[in-house]
C-alpha cells in the first residue's frame, strides 16, 4: 500500500510537467508538505519532450535537471506517479481527494539495471516520443525519468513476458501482483496542474495528417530532432526514412479557428521559427523552410528572434491559410495549395515533410474533473477564486509558453499557501 | 560531543558490480590506501536492508563520514540520504561499468577505474565536512514593494494574505500607477468581448484596509543594504526625513515609461494635436466617459468620426532607431480602444492598421468580438501621417493589395500604439560615469543598493531587468530581489498580476530560507558558504568582481566581505582567488584537490595514461550519465570529478594534475555568449578564460597546450560527450603521455 501523510496544511498539486514540478517545488521550498501526482509513469511533462526552448535554443533537460535534483533532496514532497485525482470534497482549507493510483508491477527496489527489459522481448508503442516508434514492454519511460524505475506495460501481464521480466530481476523489483489502489487524502489547499494536450490533427481534414506519412505534427518534429529521439536526432521523414531538408510548416493548424479552437495557442509561431533552425542545423545549407502563416505572434522580446529567422534566406514566409494537401504518390512528397495573400498569388508549393503547428488544447477538456473547480467554454481553468483553495496552474489555465507557465505556477504555490498559512493560523 | 571524524566505505555489489569488479578488492582499497574507519560491501545496498545497514552504522557505530560506492549520485538520491552526516558517492556504475567492454581485455583497467573512484571517494570525504549553515542568518518577515501600480499592489496584498507584513514604497503621491489612467482594461474572463473596469480603485482600498501594509507616497529608496533577512532599506520621503526599515527580501514593480512620442513626426506628431499615443486616448476616453460625452478630437473639440490605430509605432523597429521589441499588449489595447468608439456609436469608422496582430490565448476572441463590432482590421505599413487642418491623412503601405500608395483620409483622431520602456534604473553594466540615458538625462536609481557590483539590478537586454532563463523566470542575479511586472518585459495587467503573485512567492521563500541559513535556487536547501581564510587574502578583488550575484563586498580596509545570504554557493569565488583561500565545508579546493591526487597514476612505460575531467554538474554529469545509460563506452583513463560549475575550477587543480603525471585535463561546462546556458551566468565562461591563461604554465612545465582542454557540451549530448573523451584519449596517444610523470 502507498502510505502518504498528508493533512489539511498539506497542498496538492495534481500534474508533474513543469507547471506542477514548480508549482510543488516553490512551495516546499517555502517550507510546505506537498503531495504531488502525476498520471504518467515519470515526471516532466510534455517540456520534457522538447528538444530545444526558443528562444535561446537550450534543452528543457537541462531545467527539469535542476528540477530534478530541488525535489530528490527535498523530503516535504511526496511524488506518487501513475496517479488521477477522480474526486474533491470538502472546502478550502479541509479538502478530501481521492486519488486512482495504476499499477507500475515494479515497485521502489528498481535500480534500473535494465535486465527485465532485456528479458523481455515483445514491444508496444513509445508514447514518449508520440509513437513514432517502439519499446519493450518492460521499459524505463525516458532517460531522465524520475523516478529512475522501469515500468511494466500492463499489456504483458499475465503473459510469459511478464514472468520474463520478474524471473530477470535480482532485486524483487517486478511484483506481478500490484493492484489498483485508491488513495483518499486529506488535503488544505489544491493546484491543478494538468496542461495541454497536442490539438487531434485527424480532424483538421484537409490536410491529411491521417493519410499522409509526411504530414506531422510539430510536437513529433520535436522527437525527431532530439537525440534522445526515434530517429537519434537526424530529421528522417516517415514515409521512406529520406532526410527533410525541404520542410513547410504549417501555423494555426487547429488553433484561431472557430471549427476547431478558438483561441490563438502563442507558442506555435515561436516554436516554428525555432524548428526552422533544427532544419537548418541538421540539413545545412541545402535545407529550405517554408512557413505558412496568419500573423507572426513573436510577442514581447521574442521579436528579435523573429528577425533573425526572417533575415536567414533559408527560410521563406508565406502569409496563407494552407487551403489542403495533396500526396504526390511517387515521390511520397506533400504538394500545399492555398494563396498568397499578400499579393493574392495561388500556389502548389511541392515539401518532403510538412509540420503542422497544433494547438493547445486544455488537458481537462473531456475529463471528468471536480466541480470545485472552473473552467471556461475552452476547457481552460480559472486561475484564482475568491472562495475555494483549488487553483488552475500554467497551460490548463491559457495557452502559454514555459516561462508564463511557470511564472503561473509560481503564482498558484502562494495562492496554496495562503490557504494553508490561514488554517494554520486557526490552528495556532 | 567531541568532533571525531569516523569514515566508512559502502560497496554494492548490485547491478552488476559485483559480476564485473572485484569489491573485495575495493574494500581493499578503502581501507588501505583511502585509510577508512570502516567498510562493508553489500549484495543490494540501495534496498531496505541495505539503507538500513548504513543508518544503523550512524547509530550505533558513530560514523560521521559515509562514501556510498554504488551508482551515480544521481541516481538513488533518497534512498541515499542521511542529512545528520557527510555523504560523498563514487560511481562506479554509470562512471565504470555502463561505459566499459564487458570482456576479458577490458577487465583489469575497468578494475583500475573502480579502485581510483574508492580511493578519490575516501579522499574527498576526508577533507569534508557537514555544512552548518549560514551563522549571519537574518529573520526580518518584512518585504519591501518598490512601486505602487497594479504589480506593485498585487504583490502587497499576496503577501499581506499568506501572513508577511508589507512596505511599499511609491515615488508619486498616490497609489495605482498606469493602469489608474485607463478608463477600462482589457477583458479577464470570458466572455473576452467587451473592456471591462480596471478594479484600480478597489486594490487601493484593500491596501489601506491591509493593517499589515505601510504604504510610503511620495517616497523613494534611498539605500539597500544587507542581505536577504536582514535588509536594511533607508526609505526618503518628500520632506527630506529617511527611515529605516528592516526587511526581508524585496520585490521591484517599477513599471514602464511610454516611449518618447516626440520621436515618431513622420508619424504626425508634434504637427498634429490629433495624433495622440494609447495613453493620450486613455485620457480622452475618461474625460469624455466624466462629461458622458462622444471622444472628442484634441484640436477643435469636434467628436470623433473616424479614427485610425497604427500599431507598433516606433516598435519592432530593425532598423535601430526605435524600440526593436513588441510591447505585447498593444494589439488588444488597439482593439479595446476601438470599441471604446464602437460601443458608443457603431457608425464611427475604426481601422486598425497592423502588419502582425498579436492576441495570444483568449484575446483571440476579443479580436473577434471587434470584427463583429465592424472595427476595420487592414494589415498595411504606415509610412507618414500628414496634418491638414483639423484632419489626417494616414499613409501606408497595404500589404495585402501590395499597394504602396494606399491612404485614409478625413481622419479625426489617430492613435499610435507606442512601446513600454522599463523603468529599471541604473545600468550596472554601464561605466559608473556614464549614467545617463541617450537624452543627458541623470539615470536615477531605484534600490540604491550598497553592493559592490552597483546600485541596481542588472539588466538583461533593452533595458529589462528579466531573467534569462526560461525554465526558472525568477532566477534572479541578486538574491532576495524579484523584479515583476513591465520592467522585466513587456506585458499586459493580468500578465503583469500573475509576475507579480509568482515573484511574491519567490520572495516570501527567500524569507524562509534566509532565516534557517539555507541558498536559495538553484542549490536550494544547500547550507554550505564560502568560508574565508582572511589572513591568507592578498585583496586582489577578484571574488568580489568575478561573483555572478554581487554577493561579496569590500571593507574598509578592501578584504572581501562576504554576504552569505546572497551567495549562491556556485563556488566561483572558490575558483577565482589564486591563493586559495575560499572553500565550502562539503566543496572546496581541498575536496577536489585530495581526490586528484588520489588517483594512481601509472609510471610512463605502464602505457596507461591518466586523463582529469572536470565536469558540470547540471549538464555534462548528467549528459555522461545518460550517455553510461545507453551504454556507449568511452575511454578508461578518464577519471571524471563533478563540480558545481566550471566557474568553481581553481587553477591549482589543474596545474596539479599536471604535475602529478596526469597526461591531460579536460574541462566540460556549459555554453557561453549572449545565450549562455550556464545558471551561475559565466562559470564556463570564467573557466575558459582562465585556461586561457594557463598556457604559460604549461610552457615552463615543458607540456603541449593540448594537455589542458575546455568544452561547451550540452545536456543532450549523449552521443557526443563520449566522442569527446574518446578523441581527447586517442589525441592523448598521440602527443604521448607524459615527461612529469614519476617526479
Known amino acids: 500500500m502507498t502510505e502518504i501523510v498528508a493533512t489539511n496544511q498539506t497542498i496538492l498539486v495534481v500534474g508533474g510537467g513543469i507547471s506542477g514540478m514548480t508549482a510543488a517545488l516553490e512551495a516546499a521550498e517555502c517550507g510546505k508538505q506537498v503531495v504531488l501526482v502525476e498520471k504518467e509513469a515519470s515526471l516532466g511533462g510534455r517540456v520534457s519532450q522538447l528538444y530545444r526552448y526558443f528562444p535561446k535554443l537550450c534543452h528543457p533537460t537541462c531545467g527539469l535537471e535542476i528540477n530534478l535534483r530541488r525535489l530528490k533532496s527535498n523530503p516535504r514532497i511526496r511524488v506518487v506517479t501513475l496517479a488521477e485525482v477522480t474526486g474533491l470534497t470538502g472546502k478550502a482549507g479541509d479538502y478530501t481527494a481521492t486519488v486512482r493510483v495504476s499499477p507500475r508491477y515494479v515497485n521502489e527496489n528498481c535500480t534500473a539495471c535494465g535486465a527485465c527489459g532485456d528479458a523481455v522481448s515483445s514491444e508496444v508503442a513509445n508514447t514518449f516520443n508520440y509513437s513514432l516508434n517502439k519499446s519493450k514492454a518492460a521499459y524505463l519511460p525516458h532517460a531522465m525519468a524520475f523516478p529512475q524505475r522501469y515500468v511494466l506495460d500492463p499489456s504483458i501481464i499475465g503473459t510469459a513476458e511478464a514472468e520474463k521480466a520478474k524471473a530477470a530481476c ?52 520535436e522527437r525527431l530532432a532530439d537525440p534522445h529521439g526515434p530517429t537519434g536526432g537526424k530529421l528522417l521523414r516517415p514515409s521512406d526514412g529520406k532526410e527533410a531538408k525541404n520542410v513547410a510548416f504549417i501555423q494555426c493548424a487547429g488553433s484561431r479557428d472557430e471549427n476547431h479552437l478558438r483561441h490563438c495557442s502563442r507558442i506555435c509561431c515561436m516554436a516554428s521559427l525555432k524548428q526552422t533552425n533544427y532544419v537548418r542545423e541538421k540539413g545545412g545549407e541545402n535545407a529550405r523552410s517554408t512557413v505558412y ?135 495556532g | ?173 498616490q497609489l495605482g500607477g498606469w493602469a489608474a489612467n485607463l478608463h477600462k482594461r482589457m ?162 469608422d475604426t481601422t486598425v492598421i497592423f502588419t502582425d496582430l498579436r492576441t495570444p490565448g483568449n484575446g483571440e476572441d476579443f479580436y473577434r468580438s471587434a470584427q463583429r463590432k465592424e472595427v476595420t482590421f487592414t494589415k498595411g505599413r504606415v509610412s507618414r501621417v500628414e496634418a491638414t487642418g483639423n484632419t489626417c491623412k494616414v499613409n501606408f503601405h497595404d500589404l495585402i493589395l501590395d499597394d504602396q500608395n494606399a491612404s485614409i483620409a478625413d481622419v479625426d483622431l489617430v492613435v499610435l500604439a507606442t512601446g513600454q520602456v522599463p523603468n529599471s534604473g541604473v ?113 586582489c578583488k577578484r571574488c568580489t568582481v568575478e561573483c555572478p550575484f554581487g554577493a561579496i563586498d569590500e571593507d574598509e580596509k578592501r578584504y ?18 589564486p591563493v586559495r583561500v575560499i572553500s565550502f565545508e562539503n566543496y572546496s579546493v581541498d575536496t577536489v584537490g585530495q581526490q586528484i591526487k588520489a588517483v594512481d597514476v601509472p609510471d610512463e612505460f605502464s602505457e596507461k595514461p591518466r586523463i582529469l575531467l572536470l565536469a558540470c554538474e547540471n549538464d555534462a554529469y548528467p549528459a555522461l550519465d545518460m550517455a553510461a545509460l545507453n551504454r556507449i563506452q568511452s575511454s578508461a583513463f578518464v577519471r571524471a570529478v563533478p563540480v558545481r560549475c566550471l566557474g568553481s575550477v581553481n587553477t591549482i587543480w589543474v596545474t596539479d594534475a599536471l604535475n602529478s603525471g596526469y597526461d591531460g585535463v579536460m574541462l566540460m561546462g556549459c555554453k557561453h555568449g549572449d545565450d549562455y546556458q550556464c545558471h551561475f551566468v559565466k562559470g564556463s565562461e570564467l573557466a575558459t578564460y582562465r585556461m586561457s591563461k594557463i598556457d604559460d604554465t604549461l610552457k615552463q612545465l615543458g607540456l603541449e597546450p593540448e594537455r589542458v582542454a575546455t568544452y561547451e557540451v550540452a545536456i543532450t549530448d549523449i552521443e557526443r560527450v563520449p566522442q569527446l573523451i574518446n578523441d581527447y584519449a586517442a589525441k592523448i596517444e598521440e602527443i604521448g603521455l607524459s615527461p612529469m610523470k614519476g617526479f
Open chain 2, 187 to 348: 477583458p479577464a474572463h470570458e466572455p473576452f468581448k467587451d473592456p471591462q473596469d480596471t478594479g484600480v480603485s478597489d486594490m487601493i482600498e484593500a491596501i489601506a484596509a491591509a493593517s499589515d501594509i505601510k504604504v510610503y507616497l511620495n517616497a523613494t529608496v534611498a539605500q539597500t543594504s544587507g542581505a536577504p533577512g536582514r535588509f536594511k532599506v533607508s526609505i526618503a520621503t518628500e520632506s527630506g526625513a529617511t527611515t529605516e526599515e528592516d526587511i526581508g527580501a524585496i520585490v521591484q514593480a517599477t513599471g514602464f515609461s511610454l516611449y518618447d512620442a516626440s520621436k515618431l513626426s513622420d508619424l504626425g506628431v508634434g504637427s498634429s494635436a490629433n495624433v495622440v499615443d494609447q495613453a493620450g486616448l486613455e485620457k480622452l476616453a475618461k474625460a469624455a466617459a466624466a462629461a458622458n460625452a462622444p471622444i472628442r478630437r484634441p484640436s477643435d473639440g469636434a467628436p470623433v468620426k473616424n479614427v485610425v490605430f497604427v500599431q507598433c509605432a516606433g516598435q519592432r523597429d530593425a532598423s535601430g532607431t526605435h524600440l526593436p521589441y513588441c510591447s505585447g499588449h498593444c494589439c488588444n489595447t488597439s482593439i479595446k480602444q476601438a470599441m471604446y468608439f464602437k460601443d458608443a456609436n457603431p457608425e464611427i
Open chain 1, 170 to 221: 535480482k532485486y524483487d523489483a517486478v511484483d506481478l501482483g500490484m493492484q489498483e489502489e485508491t488513495l483518499s487524502l486529506k488535503v488544505g489547499a489544491v493546484v491543478w496542474a494538468t496542461g495541454w494536450k497536442p490539438y487531434d490533427a485527424n480532424r483538421i481534414q484537409p490536410y491529411g495528417y491521417d493519410r499522409f506519412a509526411n504530414v506531422i505534427t510539430s510536437v513529433e518534429f
Open chain 2, 427 to 539: 545600468n550596472i553594466d554601464l561605466p559608473a560615469e556614464a549614467g545617463a540615458d541617450e537624452e543627458g538625462q541623470k539615470v536615477v536609481s531605484i534600490l540604491n543598493l550598497s553592493y559592490r557590483q552597483g546600485k541596481d539590478l542588472p539588466q538583461l537586454k533593452w533595458g529589462f531587468t528579466d531573467s534569462h532563463f526560461i525554465c526558472f523566470p525568477y532566477e534572479t542575479r541578486r538574491t532576495g530581489i524579484y523584479a515583476c511586472g513591465p520592467v522585466r518585459r513587456p506585458m499586459d495587467i493580468v500578465q503583469a498580476m500573475e509576475d507579480a503573485t509568482g515573484a511574491t512567492m519567490k520572495a516570501i521563500q527567500a524569507i524562509e530560507n534566509a532565516a534557517l541559513g539555507r541558498a536559495a535556487h538553484p542549490r536550494a536547501g544547500d547550507l554550505s558558504f564560502p568560508r574565508v581564510r582572511i589572513e591568507g587574502c592578498t585583496q
Open chain 1, 293 to 427: 502563416y496568419i500573423d507572426i505572434r513573436a510577442i514581447d522580446r521574442f521579436e528579435d528572434f523573429y528577425q533573425k529567422v526572417l533575415a536567414d534566406p533559408q527560410v521563406k514566409f508565406v502569409k496563407s491559410k494552407v487551403a489542403k494537401i495533396v500526396e504526390d504518390a511517387k515521390t511520397g512528397d506533400v504538394v500545399l495549395h492555398g494563396v498568397d495573400t499578400e499579393g493574392y498569388h495561388r500556389y502548389a508549393n511541392a515539401h518532403d515533410l510538412c509540420v503542422l503547428a497544433v494547438g493547445m488544447e486544455p488537458s481537462v477538456k473531456g475529463m471528468d474533473i471536480p466541480a470545485e473547480i472552473i473552467a471556461d467554454s475552452s476547457g481552460f481553468l480559472e486561475i484564482n477564486s475568491a472562495t475555494a483553495g483549488v487553483f488552475g496552474a500554467g497551460c490548463a489555465t491559457n495557452a502559454l509558453d514555459v516561462n508564463r507557465a511557470v511564472q503561473g505556477a509560481t503564482a498558484a504555490a502562494l495562492r496554496a499557501i495562503q490557504v494553508v498559512n490561514r488554517v494554520a493560523r486557526a490552528e
Open chain 2, 560 to 577: 572581501p566581505v562576504f554576504n552569505e545570504g546572497r551567495c549562491r554557493r556556485c563556488g566561483t569565488c572558490m575558483g577565482a582567488c
Open chain 2, 1 to 173: 560531543m567531541a568532533e571525531e571524524k569516523k569514515v566508512a566505505a559502502y560497496i554494492c555489489q548490485g547491478c552488476g558490480i559485483g559480476e564485473r569488479l572485484d569489491t573485495a578488492n575495493l574494500a581493499k582499497v578503502a581501507q588501505k590506501e583511502g585509510r577508512v574507519n570502516l567498510v562493508r560491501e553489500h549484495a543490494i545496498l540501495c534496498n531496505a536492508e541495505g539503507v538500513k545497514m548504513i543508518r544503523d552504522d550512524i547509530a550505533n557505530e558513530g560514523v560521521t563520514h559515509v562514501a556510498v560506492v554504488a551508482c551515480s549520485r544521481r541516481a538513488k538520491t533518497e534512498a541515499f540520504s542521511f542529512p545528520e552526516v557527510a555523504l560523498a558517492r563514487a560511481n562506479i556504475r554509470e562512471g565504470v561499468i555502463w561505459v566499459r567492454p564487458d570482456t576479458d581485455e577490458a577487465r583489469e583497467t575497468t578494475q583500475e577505474m573502480a579502485d581510483d573512484y574508492v580511493r578519490m571517494v575516501c579522499a574527498e570525504l576526508k577533507a569534508m565536512k557537514l555544512p552548518a549553515g549560514n551563522p549571519d542568518a537574518g529573520h526580518s518577515r518584512t518585504l519591501l514593494v518598490v512601486g505602487g501600480g497594479v504589480s506593485g499592489m498585487t504583490s502587497a496584498l499576496a503577501a499581506s494574505q499568506a501572513g508577511y507584513s508589507v512596505v511599499l514604497v511609491e515615488k508619486t503621491g
